[in-house]
T-cell receptor, first 117, second 112 residues
């Protein structure tokens, strides 16, 4: 059981380039989310999905797109990279979300460290 | 807007002492709270959670207390060990919003 797998682990981009950060989970979790973590700050929610075919925006969605065509995969796309997007990106999943008795903690990947020059 | 904040950025404790890390939240609609531990270079790891219909929950060496009246959450670590050195985050989840909101984190340093 691999849990949440993020690729790549490290990436350097030039301003204006595009790329996709991959996230896959093998736990059949319904809820998946992307966060960015900047130095001295907590995790800020970029986008999330409550199930295949359903996505929504978090706190800081600008400059990022997501899709959820399968339960397992939740890729994050940077359309035109900017230096302000230099950060560590974490993907997380949980079995389901919603309903007081249903909530369970998220499982996190090990992150993608992204630098934009 | 919603926010989840922590009172102290750094907490230093002697090995063997108890640690208390505090967290305040602003959204009354948050009904599920989680504490995570993050070690350098790794993703957050789940420690303990609590639902809004509870005041206290205990795990192995950890206890979470929830005071909904003042919107305050705390994590207590008993007999703190060097391996507990890390950054600790609280997160709140609102069922209506489907969003987890994280605090900025408290760095726990365990002194030998």
């Amino acid at each position: 059981n691999a849990g949440v797998t993020q690729t790549p682990k490290f990436q350097v981009l030039k301003t204006g380039q595009s790329m996709t950060l991959q996230c896959a989970q093998d736990m059949n979790h319904e809820y998946m989310s992307w966060y960015r973590q900047d130095p001295g700050m907590g995790l800020r929610l970029i986008h999330y999905s409550v199930g295949a075919g359903i996505t929504d925006q978090g706190e800081v969605p600008n400059g990022y797109n997501v899709s959820r065509s399968t339960t397992e995969d939740f890729p994050l796309r940077l359309l035109s990279a900017a230096p302000s997007q230099t950060s560590v990106y974490f993907c997380a999943s949980s079995p389901r979300a919603g309903g007081l008795s249903n909530n369970q903690p998220q499982h996190f990947g090990d992150g993608t460290r992204l630098s934009i020059l | 807007g919603e926010s989840v904040g922590l009172h102290l950025p750094t907490l230093s404790v002697q090995e063997g002492d108890n640690s208390i890390i505090n967290c305040a939240y602003s959204n009354s609609a948050s009904d599920y709270f989680i504490w995570y531990k993050q070690e350098s270079g790794k993703g957050p790891q789940f420690i303990i959670d609590i639902r809004s219909n509870m005041d206290k929950r205990q795990g192995q060496r950890v206890t979470v207390l929830l005071n909904k009246t003042v919107k305050h959450l705390s994590l207590q670590i008993a007999a703190t060990q060097p391996g507990d050195s890390a950054v600790y985050f609280c997160a709140g989840f609102g069922t209506g919003t489907y969003k987890y909101i994280f605090g900025t984190g408290t760095r726990l340093k365990v002194l030998a």
